[in-house]
T-cell receptor, first 114, second 115 residues
Framework: GDSVTQMEGPVTLSEEAFLTINCTYTATGYPSLFWYVQYPGEGLQLLLKATKADDKGSNKGFEATYRKETTSFHLEKGSVQVSDSAVYFCALRGDAGNNRKLIWGLGTSLAVNP | GAGVSQSPSNKVTEKGKDVELRCDPISGHTALYWYRQSLGQGLEFLIYFQGNSAPDKSGLPSDRFSAERTGGSVSTLTIQRTQQEDSAVYLC?????????????FGPGTRLTVT
């Protein structure tokens, strides 16, 4: 079945460092791909998404490109801030038939130090 | 406008008791989803509703779990004869429709602890 694998955390960076969180997936067809973020004490929020190959999702300085050839959707940010400290989840949504559920990675905790 | 709300925010129950978890979706959202977030397990899908019907219940772990939605709005997730392995954060999400591009908006979750 469909699955998502993302790099394990925790990831600890200094402010203004470059961030990459790897995400790869297994799915048939053409899934949609998502990054969600969970800030401390808050609910899950959609960070960005991409619905077809080569699409780039971007928001708040974060970017991820849907790479079908490598089945990847890595999250990147050029210069992280303390306020980016959160747990990041990669997820996919299959395109087959009745499939409407999100399949999730395990989450990657990011801590950014000043 | 108001987001997705869930109640209670925390629930501690004894093993063997039944519990009901409630979700109020965003007004006008026809699709509603339940997920479970367990320590070390990540997020797992339980069930989703389109209107009042549930086209996909494949994630419900056992027949102790059931859910209903009435009036195309509020949903209740019921766990009968709770077990310790049911301890988790139960998340509800809603979206405008079940269309593939529709964002799912999440509630704050109900933290269930079974003692």
């Amino acid at each position: 079945g469909d699955s998502v694998t993302q790099m394990e955390g925790p990831v600890t960076l200094s402010e203004e460092a470059f961030l990459t969180i790897n995400c790869t997936y297994t799915a048939t067809g053409y899934p949609s791909l998502f990054w969600y973020v969970q800030y401390p004490g808050e609910g899950l929020q959609l960070l960005l998404k991409a619905t077809k190959a080569d699409d780039k999702g971007s928001n708040k300085g974060f970017e991820a490109t849907y790479r079908k050839e490598t089945t990847s959707f890595h999250l990147e940010k050029g210069s992280v801030q303390v306020s980016d400290s959160a747990v990041y989840f990669c997820a996919l949504r299959g395109d087959a038939g009745n499939n409407r559920k999100l399949i999730w990675g395990l989450g990657t905790s990011l801590a950014v130090n000043p | 406008g108001a987001g997705v709300s869930q109640s209670p925010s925390n629930k501690v129950t004894e093993k063997g008791k039944d519990v009901e978890l409630r979700c109020d979706p965003i007004s006008g959202h026809t699709a509603l989803y339940w997920y479970r977030q367990s320590l070390g397990q990540g997020l797992e899908f339980l069930i989703y509703f389109q209107g009042n019907s549930a086209p996909d219940k494949s994630g419900l772990p056992s027949d102790r779990f059931s859910a209903e939605r009435t009036g195309g709005s509020v949903s209740t997730l019921t766990i009968q004869r709770t077990q310790q392995e049911d301890s988790a954060v139960y998340l509800c999400a809603s979206s405008l429709t079940t269309g593939l591009v529709n964002e799912q908006y999440f509630g704050p979750g109900t933290r269930l602890t079974v003692t």
